[in-house]
């Protein structure tokens, strides 16, 4: 059975900074492996998908990281904003559906 | 056109009432899925769609009972809910490829459910 797992479970930081999420993941054999964002109430907004054959996608600020060997992802990004204040979510694809970390919330202060 | 679009927003249901939510995309996805989730905890699946088949059922109460009338509507029928049962509801599709879904899954704004 898949397990993911995102570090830190919150994180809370100066305007301005660069920052990095971590998530895992026990099973390798995966189809994709996509980061979300989710503000209070809100559904999920697509931020990222890598591909399993890829090793990292960018988006604006955004750079998804992607090392199956190692079960491992990481969202990096850059010049954080107080409007990227929210819950980040990453969820593994295998067979047929997606297994979701718990997320880590996110709260960039002015 | 990247939108899933859920209605209702929120919905109070009695315990004893039978009401639905409702889930539209017009991406030409043929796989769509229903997750429920609590507050401060992941999206947990509960139903797949694949080319409006059932493919996957998590072991969901019957009170829930999911329709998929065609390609672009997916439904969630609700009886005899629990006040446990409340949560936000999440709609989401993804393109499939010969049965195996390995696209990106888009997500619907959720229906709030309150069941009193």
């Known amino acids: 059975k898949q397990e993911v797992t995102q570090i830190p479970a919150a994180l809370s930081v100066p305007e301005g900074e660069n920052l990095v999420l971590n998530c895992s993941f026990t099973?390798?054999?995966?189809?994709?492996l996509q980061w979300f964002r989710q503000d209070p109430g809100k559904g999920l907004t697509s931020l990222l998908l890598?591909?399993?054959?890829?090793r990292e996608q960018t988006s604006g600020r955004l750079n998804a990281s992607l090392d199956k060997s190692s079960g491992r992802s990481t969202l990096y990004i850059a010049a954080s904003q107080p409007g990227d204040s929210a819950t980040y979510l990453c969820?593994?694809?295998?067979?047929?559906?997606?297994?979701f970390g718990d997320g880590t919330t996110l709260t960039v202060k002015p | 056109d990247t939108e899933v679009t859920q209605t209702p927003k929120h919905l109070v249901m009695g315990m004893t009432n039978k009401k639905s939510l409702k889930c539209e995309q017009h991406?030409?996805?043929?796989?769509m899925y229903w997750y429920k989730q609590k507050a401060k905890k992941p999206p947990e699946l509960m139903f797949v769609?694949?080319?409006?088949?059932?493919?996957i059922n998590e072991s969901v109460p019957s009170r829930f009972s999911p329709e998929c009338p065609n390609s672009s509507l997916l439904n969630l029928h609700l009886h005899a809910l629990q006040p446990e049962d409340s949560a936000l509801y999440l709609c989401?599709?993804?393109?499939?490829?010969?049965?195996?879904?390995?696209?990106?899954?888009?997500f619907g704004e959720g229906s709030r459910l309150t069941v009193l």
């Open positions: 969820a593994v694809r295998g067979a047929g559906k997606s297994t």
């Open positions: 890598i591909q399993s054959s890829q």
């Open positions: 989401a599709s993804s393109q499939g490829k010969g049965g195996v879904n390995t696209g990106e899954l888009f």
């Open positions: 991406m030409g996805h043929r796989a």
């Open positions: 769609y694949s080319y409006e088949k059932l493919s």
């Open positions: 099973d390798s054999a995966i189809y994709n």
